[in-house]
C-alpha cells in the first residue's frame, strides 16, 4: 500500500494498480486519515477481489516462461552457455552466473525492443516527411510510448523524440506496430483530434485492436522481470 499527500487533491482516492501491483492512496495536504481507514474498511471485498485478479510475477529465473512477440519463451540458463542470451526457437538460452541471470536477460529484451522499435519508427517519419532525433527504449508504467514533438520547442533543430516502453517487444508486433503508427501520427498532430486519429488509422487500421489487447493483457507485461 503506498499513501501520497498531493497539494492538488481535494479529496482521498483510493486505486488498486494491476500494473504496479500496489493500492495506491492520495491524500490532500493534510488530514483524511479517517476517511482512508472508512474507505478501506468499505471496499475490503473489491480490493480483495482486485488483487486476486492481479497478474501473477515472472521473474528472470531458469525455467521461467515470458512472451516475445507474443509467443511463449522458455528461459534456458545454463552456467556454460554463452553468456550473451540467444533465442533459439522458443527457448532463450543464457548463460554465465545465475546472479546475472535477471540483469542479461533484461537488457537483452530492451536492445531488442530497440532494435525493432527504432527502425520501424524511422521508416514511419521518414514517409510523413517528418524530422525525427532520437528513439529510445525505457520502462514507463503509465505509457506505452511518448512523442515530444520538435515543435514544443525543445528539439527545434533536430526534430521529435520518441520513447517507448521496452515491453512492447513482449507483445505481438502488430501490438507493437500500433504504438509506433500512434507516436508516429504524433508527428504530424501533436494532440488527440479528429486529423491525428486520421492519420493513425491510416498508417494503422488496427489501431483499435491494439488497444483492447493492451487493455487486457499489457497489465501482465509490467510483471515479468519482477520477483513478487
Ligand atoms: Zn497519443
Same mark, same amino acid.
Given at each position: 500500500?503506498?499513501?501520497?499527500?498531493?497539494?492538488?487533491?481535494?479529496?482521498?482516492r483510493?486505486?488498486?494498480?494491476?500494473?504496479?501491483?500496489?493500492?495506491?492512496?492520495?491524500?490532500?495536504?493534510?488530514?483524511?486519515?479517517?476517511?482512508?481507514?472508512?474507505?478501506l474498511?468499505?471496499?475490503?471485498?473489491?480490493l480483495?477481489?482486485?488483487?486476486?485478479?492481479?497478474?501473477?510475477a515472472?521473474?528472470?529465473?531458469?525455467?521461467a516462461?515470458?512472451p516475445?512477440?507474443?509467443?511463449p519463451?522458455?528461459?534456458?540458463?545454463?552456467?556454460?552457455?554463452?553468456?550473451?542470451?540467444?533465442?533459439?526457437?522458443d527457448?532463450?538460452?543464457?548463460?554465465?552466473?545465475?546472479?546475472?541471470?535477471?540483469?542479461?536477460?533484461?537488457?537483452?529484451?530492451?536492445? &531488442?525492443? #530497440?532494435?525493432?522499435?527504432?527502425?520501424?519508427? /524511422? +521508416?514511419?517519419?521518414?514517409?510523413? *516527411?517528418?524530422? $525525427?532525433?532520437? =528513439?529510445?527504449?525505457?520502462?514507463?508504467?503509465?505509457?506505452?510510448?511518448?512523442?515530444?514533438?520538435?515543435?514544443?520547442?525543445?528539439?527545434?533543430?533536430?526534430?521529435?523524440?520518441?520513447?517507448?516502453?521496452?515491453?512492447?517487444?513482449?507483445?505481438?508486433?502488430?501490438?507493437?506496430?500500433?504504438?509506433?503508427?500512434?507516436?508516429?501520427?504524433?508527428?504530424?498532430?501533436?494532440?488527440h483530434?479528429?486529423?491525428?486519429?486520421?492519420?493513425? &488509422?491510416? #498508417?494503422?487500421?488496427?489501431?483499435?485492436?491494439? /488497444? +483492447?489487447?493492451?487493455?487486457?493483457? *499489457?497489465?501482465? $507485461?509490467?510483471w =515479468?522481470?519482477r520477483?513478487?
Amino acid at each position: 500500500m503506498v499513501a501520497t499527500r498531493r497539494p492538488a487533491a481535494r479529496g482521498v482516492r483510493l486505486r488498486a494498480s494491476a500494473v504496479n501491483g500496489r493500492i495506491e492512496i492520495s491524500l490532500p495536504p493534510r488530514g483524511g486519515e479517517e476517511i482512508v481507514a472508512a474507505l478501506l474498511k468499505a471496499h475490503h471485498t473489491w480490493l480483495e477481489a482486485q488483487v486476486a485478479s492481479w497478474p501473477r510475477a515472472i521473474p528472470f529465473a531458469p525455467d521461467a516462461r515470458l512472451p516475445i512477440d507474443g509467443l511463449p519463451v522458455r528461459i534456458d540458463w545454463q552456467p556454460d552457455h554463452p553468456r550473451m542470451p540467444m533465442l533459439v526457437g522458443d527457448v532463450l538460452r543464457v548463460g554465465g552466473p545465475l546472479s546475472l541471470l535477471p540483469g542479461r536477460t533484461e537488457r537483452w529484451l530492451k536492445a &531488442r525492443a #530497440l532494435a525493432d522499435l527504432e527502425p520501424a519508427t /524511422r +521508416r514511419l517519419a521518414e514517409n510523413l *516527411g517528418q524530422p $525525427l532525433a532520437r =528513439v529510445s527504449v525505457g520502462d514507463a508504467s503509465s505509457r506505452w510510448g511518448s512523442c515530444a514533438s520538435a515543435r514544443s520547442g525543445v528539439n527545434d533543430a533536430e526534430g521529435a523524440r520518441i520513447a517507448y516502453s521496452w515491453r512492447l517487444i513482449m507483445a505481438p508486433d502488430w501490438v507493437r506496430y500500433a504504438i509506433v503508427a500512434h507516436e508516429a501520427a504524433h508527428l504530424v498532430h501533436q494532440d488527440h483530434s479528429p486529423a491525428f486519429h486520421a492519420l493513425n &488509422r491510416q #498508417l494503422d487500421p488496427r489501431a483499435g485492436e491494439a /488497444r +483492447r489487447w493492451l487493455a487486457r493483457y *499489457g497489465a501482465a $507485461l509490467h510483471w =515479468v522481470g519482477r520477483q513478487s
